[in-house]
């Protein structure tokens, strides 16, 4: 169950990691765990109203995501043709419709969620948190994309730390994001982000059950 709950996150602070970007200047991240390293490639398309988060990564997966102008998640999608996955989801008040292939087969089936937000692209829609500064909890859902079931999750700000990227010293505010209830006692994960202007800088966790290679993401470059 940990383990589970714990890829829940790790997976979601890659796959839907959506950054504040623009389409004219898309954002790289480097994915390492353990000798493993793939590249992350992040973009926005603006909408009419709210805008969609695309995410590339260097071993095929693709993960979308249209959040409203409150950065609520309306609509996601997610392909992976390793796992044989091609599915959306979208959402209709207190339910999450799952509709698409899943591991292969046909999926059709509505998970019950209840007012809180739909945060699938938890990376950009955490920005105004962030940039609150707030030490209180957050609670939000997502969506596991490697088992269409969705989860309540809770970030809490930490405060700042001094992180390194590239090399060079930056200050960063650190967020633990962890399940909502008992478990978030047992294991956490942790995002870093620009203070200024909440961008997405750094993670940390670990994808697996114990002895899994702890993960870290780092954004490329100034951003």
């Known amino acids: 169950m940990l383990g589970e709950h714990a890829l829940l996150v790790a997976v979601l602070g890659i796959a839907a990691g959506c950054t504040p970007c623009t389409a004219q200047s898309p954002l790289t991240y480097r994915d390492s765990t353990g000798t493993r390293e793939i590249s992350i490639v992040i973009g926005e398309e603006p909408l009419p109203a709210g805008s969609v ?4 990564m260097s071993d095929g997966e693709q993960h979308d995501v249209q959040i409203d102008p409150s950065a609520e998640t309306i609509l996601y999608r997610v392909v992976s043709p390793q796992r044989l996955i091609d599915y959306t989801v979208r959402r209709e008040g207190s339910l999450l419709v799952v509709d698409g292939v899943f591991e292969g087969k046909p999926v059709a089936r509505s998970l019950r969620i209840d007012a809180r937000p739909w ?7 955490l920005r105004d948190y962030v940039r609150s500064q707030s030490r209180e909890p957050l609670l939000y859902w997502v969506v596991h994309p490697w088992e269409a079931k969705a989860y309540l999750l809770q970030a809490r700000g930490e405060g700042i730390d001094e992180i390194t990227l590239d ?6 505010l650190r ?3 962890s399940p909502a209830g008992i478990l978030q006692l047992f294991w956490k994960t942790l995002y870093w982000f ?6 997405y800088l750094r993670y940390e966790g670990v994808r697996g059950l114990p002895g899994t290679p702890r993960t870290t993401i780092e954004l490329l470059g100034d951003g």
Not at 194 to 199: E, G, L, Q, T, V
Request: zero cysteines; aromatic letters at 8%; proline letters at 4%.
């Open 167 to 172: 090399g060079l010293t930056r200050h960063a």
């Open 175 to 177: 967020v633990r994001v």
């Open 53 to 56: 988060i695309r995410s590339r």
């Open 119 to 125: 945060y699938q692209s938890m990376e950009w829609s």
């Open 194 to 199: 620009r203070p200024s202007d909440a961008r």
